[in-house]
């Protein structure tokens, strides 16, 4: 027997607040038409004002609880994904494990950036199959509204705020690509690049600063890495990409993501696209995409899905589920 860490629930939440692309066009020089073309986002949400990453985050992971029908004291682990933390210290996991009433248990922040979610679920996957906890509540929230320049163009029309929580528990597998839960999980980073995506603050210069990115660059290193990583996850399990059956990617740009599904093999019919509606929420984007997906039905028990994503580090990777 081989212990897998299968899903239990998720949920999601977005703040109320829904940004058009064209509400940048009184203050920028772009346009709907641009923003479309090149990146697919049509709206993001923003966080009102004193509306933190920690609340995002609660509200998400009251959803999932109540998509598991579990208590949050059947809760061993928190792990939050995130580089919008509320505070340098402590750590946002650890608000939201007191705003959920959980005396009992541990919580801690992952900081991957973008893949950050794929981190932290490779994280809980570890925790889970090792014995040291048996339900862990992965989540994902940002405010990247907070690090946006609002004179810059290149960056600040691509991001959102949100939320998102899967949460993983023990069950018995028979060791076979069957099994559901996690299969597998690939990561990387290499820092050699960490100059091409950064934000300009933060304790060394006792200021928050604000996101700086070489676009084009970023988008490169994305359609070589995502599909490689994704591929390699999928080997890992002894499995082929012929065997996917739902792709969750990171949801930075429509057409990083066309790319990468076409790499694999796939039609888009196979993969859930929410950028259009949510700009690219970092961390958030994958557990808001998979709620999302369970939410219009795309998920049923047995299918097999890669999730994959790229962020600032750079840092990359993937991980393969069977639902
Ligand atoms: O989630 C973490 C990972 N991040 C990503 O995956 C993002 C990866 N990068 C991208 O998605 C794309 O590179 C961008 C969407 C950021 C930019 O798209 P692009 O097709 O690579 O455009 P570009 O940077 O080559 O810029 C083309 C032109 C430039 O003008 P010139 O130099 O050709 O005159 C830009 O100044 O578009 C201009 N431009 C804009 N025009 C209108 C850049 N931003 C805008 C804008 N509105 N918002």
């Given at each position: 027997?081989?212990?897998?860490?299968?899903?239990?629930?998720?949920?999601h939440?977005?703040?109320?607040?829904?940004?058009?692309?064209?509400?940048?066009?009184?203050?920028?020089?772009?346009?709907?038409?641009w923003?479309?073309?090149?990146?697919?986002?049509?709206?993001?949400?923003?966080?009102?004002?004193?509306?933190?990453?920690?609340?995002?985050?609660?509200?998400?992971?009251?959803?999932?609880?109540?998509?598991?029908?579990?208590?949050?004291?059947?809760?061993?682990?928190?792990?939050?994904?995130?580089?919008?933390?509320?505070?340098?210290?402590?750590?946002?996991?650890?608000?939201?494990?007191?705003?959920?009433?959980?005396?009992?248990?541990?919580?801690?922040?992952?900081q991957a950036?973008?893949?950050?979610?794929v981190?932290?679920?490779?994280?809980?996957?570890?925790?889970?199959?090792?014995?040291?906890?048996?339900?862990?509540?992965?989540?994902?929230?940002?405010?990247?509204?907070?690090?946006?320049?609002?004179?810059?163009?290149?960056?600040?029309?691509?991001?959102?705020?949100?939320?998102?929580?899967l949460?993983?528990?023990?069950?018995?597998?028979?060791?076979?690509?069957?099994?559901?839960?996690?299969?597998s999980?690939?990561?990387?980073?290499?820092?050699?690049?960490?100059?091409?995506?950064?934000?300009?603050?933060?304790?060394?210069?006792?200021?928050?600063?604000?996101?700086?990115?070489?676009?084009?660059?970023v988008?490169?290193?994305?359609?070589?890495?995502?599909?490689?990583?994704?591929?390699?996850?999928?080997?890992?399990?002894?499995?082929t990409?012929?065997?996917?059956?739902?792709?969750?990617?990171h949801?930075?740009?429509?057409?990083?993501i066309k790319?990468?599904?076409?790499?694999?093999?796939?039609?888009?019919?196979?993969?859930?696209?929410?950028?259009?509606?949510?700009?690219?929420?970092?961390?958030?984007s994958?557990?808001?995409?998979?709620?999302?997906?369970?939410?219009?039905?795309?998920t049923?028990e047995?299918?097999?899905?890669?999730?994959?994503?790229?962020?600032?580090?750079?840092?990359?990777g993937?991980?393969?589920?069977?639902?």
């Amino acid at each position: 027997m081989t212990v897998r860490a299968v899903v239990r629930g998720v949920g999601h939440y977005l703040p109320e607040r829904v940004v058009p692309n064209a509400e940048f066009e009184d203050s920028l020089d772009t346009s709907d038409e641009w923003i479309r073309a090149r990146t697919g986002i049509e709206q993001r949400h923003f966080a009102a004002e004193g509306e933190t990453t920690s609340d995002l985050a609660v509200h998400a992971a009251n959803s999932a609880l109540r998509n598991a029908g579990l208590e949050a004291s059947e809760i061993d682990a928190i792990i939050l994904a995130t580089s919008t933390a509320d505070l340098t210290f402590p750590s946002a996991a650890t608000m939201v494990q007191s705003e959920l009433g959980m005396a009992n248990g541990f919580a801690f922040d992952v900081q991957a950036v973008c893949a950050g979610f794929v981190f932290a679920l490779a994280n809980a996957n570890a925790l889970i199959i090792s014995g040291q906890a048996n339900r862990v509540m992965v989540i994902g929230a940002e405010t990247f509204s907070r690090i946006m320049d609002w004179n810059d163009r290149t960056t600040c029309v691509l991001f959102g705020d949100g939320a998102g929580a899967l949460i993983l528990e023990a069950q018995n597998g028979a060791g076979s690509t069957d099994d559901r839960g996690i299969l597998s999980t690939d990561l990387n980073s290499d820092g050699r690049y960490r100059d091409i995506l950064y934000v300009d603050g933060g304790v060394s210069t006792q200021s928050t600063g604000f996101l700086r990115m070489q676009g084009k660059e970023v988008f490169r290193h994305a359609v070589e890495k995502l599909a490689k990583t994704a591929r390699t996850a999928v080997e890992k399990a002894g499995l082929t990409t012929d065997d996917i059956d739902l792709i969750v990617p990171h949801q930075a740009n429509l057409r990083i993501i066309k790319s990468t599904t076409q790499k694999l093999g796939h039609s888009m019919d196979d993969v859930v696209v929410t950028v259009q509606n949510h700009g690219n929420t970092s961390a958030a984007s994958i557990p808001l995409a998979l709620s999302v997906a369970q939410g219009e039905g795309r998920t049923s028990e047995g299918d097999l899905l890669v999730t994959e994503a790229i962020g600032g580090g750079l840092a990359w990777g993937a991980v393969v589920l069977r639902w």
